[in-house]
C-alpha cells in the first residue's frame, strides 16, 4: 500500500505505519518548510543510525502537495488538521486554502481509499475558532468541512477522548499528555538461546516470569520519564506456578 503521512513533523507515525506497509509498500513523509523547522531536529534523531522502512521524505507546500491522483491507499493527518485554520506567518505558517488543501487529498485517493484524521476536541459549537489560539477544533465542524469535498464519514472513536476536558486548555500545556514522536521507539532484540528465544536443547523454564521481569523493566525506565504515573508494583509480583524439567526425546530437525 501507499500512504500519505500529512504534517507527519518527526515522523513518529510514519515510520509505524511504514512497519504495516512493509518493504513493498510506501510511506510519504510530507511535510511543509515550516513544519519541517519545526521538528526538524526530532526528524533527523530519529532517522540516525536507523533504517525507518519504506519512508519517503516528501517536503512540499500546501499549495501543490504533489500527491498526484488516484495512487494513495490511504492518507492520514494526526494532531495538524486545525493547522489548515491556523495562521503563523512570524515562523513561515503562512494561510492555507483548505479547500483547496483537502481537495488535493481526494483526488490522490484511490476509489475506496481511507483518510483519517486525529485532532484535539473544541467546544461544540466553535467552528475553527480554537484552531489559532488552543489549535483544537470543532468535531461537527470538521466532520462537514472533510464530507463537503467527497468523502464519506464511516467510522468515528472516542478512543483517546477525555471526558474530562473542558475544551479551554491549549494543547501544548503541561496538562495534557500526548505522543507525538516526543518518546521514541524502543526497540527491544532478543538474543538467540536466551531464555525467551531459546534452541534446543534447551530444559523448560519459567519463560513467563522473565517476560514479566523485563516488562517491569520497561516500565522503570518508562517511569523515569513521567515519575507520577510509575506503578506501585509491576507484573511479575504476581504469584506464579512453573514447571521445570527435560524433555529427553530424540531432537529432530527444526525442533
Known amino acids: 500500500d501507499r500512504v500519505a503521512d500529512i504534517w507527519a513533523g518527526a515522523g513518529y507515525y510514519s515510520e509505524l505505519i511504514a512497519s504495516i506497509v512493509g518493504e513493498d509498500g510506501e510511506v510519504l513523509l510530507v511535510n511543509n518548510l515550516a513544519y519541517e523547522k519545526f521538528a526538524g531536529k526530532a526528524l533527523a534523531e530519529r532517522r540516525e543510525g536507523r533504517d525507518m522502512g519504506s519512508v519517503t521524505l516528501h517536503t512540499r507546500e500546501a499549495e501543490d502537495l504533489e500527491l498526484g491522483e488516484d495512487n494513495l491507499d490511504a492518507a492520514l493527518i494526526i494532531m495538524s488538521y486545525h493547522d489548515l ?10 494561510p492555507i486554502d483548505a479547500d483547496n488543501f483537502i481537495g488535493q487529498i481526494h483526488r490522490a485517493l484511490k476509489p475506496g481509499g481511507r483518510f483519517l484524521v486525529v485532532d484535539h476536541y473544541a467546544a461544540p459549537g466553535t467552528g475553527k475558532d480554537s484552531a489559532q489560539e488552543l489549535h483544537r477544533i470543532d468535531v461537527d465542524f470538521a466532520k462537514k468541512d472533510i464530507t463537503a469535498h467527497g468523502f464519506k464519514l464511516v467510522a468515528q472513536s472516542d478512543v483517546l477522548r477525555n471526558p474530562d476536558d473542558d ?11 500526548f505522543n507525538d514522536g516526543f518518546y521514541d521507539l524502543i526497540e527491544v532484540r532478543i538474543p538467540k538461546g536466551s531464555l525467551l528465544k531459546p534452541q534446543f536443547p534447551a530444559a523448560l523454564s519459567g519463560r513467563t516470569h522473565a517476560l514479566g521481569r523485563i516488562f517491569d523493566i520497561l516500565g522503570g525506565l518508562l517511569g523515569q520519564g513521567t515519575p507520577e504515573f510509575l506503578n506501585a508494583a509491576g507484573f511479575s509480583s504476581s504469584p506464579h506456578l512453573f514447571y521445570s524439567g527435560w524433555d529427553n526425546r530424540k531432537a529432530s530437525k527444526g525442533e
Open 85 to 94: 485554520y491556523h495562521v503563523d506567518e512570524p515562523n513561515g505558517w503562512r
Open 167 to 177: 475544551y479551554n486548555i491549549m494543547v501544548f500545556d503541561p496538562q495534557i499528555l
